[in-house]
């Protein structure tokens, strides 16, 4: 009786949920929502996320030059790129929702997976949901207080917690809102960058630039290896969020042929800007 009403409460409401029946009625499934574009969306938005406008300075802090940061940023997209091109064949194989915790779990059995998602559920997501929501908190509540240079701590956590809450409910309640949702932030975080890029672009070639700065693109590099270390962390967290898809590929509808096609459409579109200022969007993993 309860299955039953479940099932007329999502006729009622037009199918949003994020799982239905299989045909046969043996069990439930994930309701297959995501196309391709969504997918790239996927991706892209969660690149483009806190990282690249916040990490850029510690790039160059930590290098020390212009041209090394430069390289740093290629070298970080380059890892990324094989990275995502490599989860791209394992989710055409596996086409399974869970990502690492699946291809562990085929591979090496239940012990090793059960310890790798113990670890991401308890740990390490919630720390990078945490970090990106806080820096989130920070860009939405400065405008409240111009000339400040520390914002009250109590509110910056109140906005972030109000944000995972929000984006929780969007995506417990319905896959195609929760789609929707990316695929509009997604459009503004391109277009922020394609209005810095542009800027920069425009004052560049008005002569009104810093170009000094190519003559000595390389000069007071730094030859430690720590700080180096630190600056491929920078842009690695930058690039965050390739991996992203294979979380979801039970909601794609072409889970068998999508993810090499929409995983190197997303990293084109995040490799055209590797040098501008995740989180993850905050897409719940399924």
């Known amino acids: 009786e309860g299955e039953g009403a479940m099932e007329r409460s999502q006729e009622r409401d037009g199918g949003e949920g994020v799982a239905g029946r299989e045909p046969d009625g043996a069990g439930l499934r994930l309701r297959r929502e995501i196309g391709l574009w969504s997918a790239v969306s996927l991706i892209a938005g969660c690149m483009i996320g806190s990282g690249i406008f916040m990490s850029p300075q510690g790039v160059l802090v930590y290098v020390g030059s212009p041209g090394a940061s430069l390289v740093v940023w290629a070298v970080c997209g380059l890892l990324a790129m094989m990275g995502a091109l490599c989860y791209a064949e394992l989710g055409a194989l596996v086409p399974k929702s869970g990502g690492e915790y699946a291809y562990i779990l085929q591979i090496f059995g239940s012990l090793p997976a059960f310890l790798v998602i113990y670890t991401f559920v308890l740990l390490v997501r919630p720390a990078a949901i945490a970090a990106v929501s806080l820096s989130f908190a920070e860009y939405a509540v400065a405008p409240f207080y111009p000339g400040c240079s520390s914002m009250p701590q109590a509110v910056l956590k109140a906005v972030a917690a109000i944000c995972i809450l929000l984006l929780t409910l969007v995506n417990c309640w319905s896959s195609r809102l929760a789609t929707m949702l990316m695929n509009v932030c997604t459009v503004a975080k391109v277009f922020s960058l394609l209005v810095i890029v542009g800027g920069g672009a425009v004052v560049l070639g008005q002569g009104r630039g810093y170009t000094e700065a190519f003559l000595f693109a390389f000069h007071n590099t730094t030859q430690q290896a720590g700080r180096i270390g630190m600056a491929f962390y920078q842009g690695l967290w930058s690039f965050d969020g390739w991996n992203n898809v294979n979380y979801v590929l039970e909601e794609l509808k072409n889970p068998k042929v ?29």
Do not use: C, F, K, Y
């Not at 084109?268 to 969007?281: F, Y």
């Open 258 to 286: 999508s993810p090499e096609r929409m995983s190197r459409g997303g990293e084109g579109q995040r490799n055209r800007e590797p040098d501008v200022g995740h989180d993850p969007g905050l897409r719940a993993d399924t």
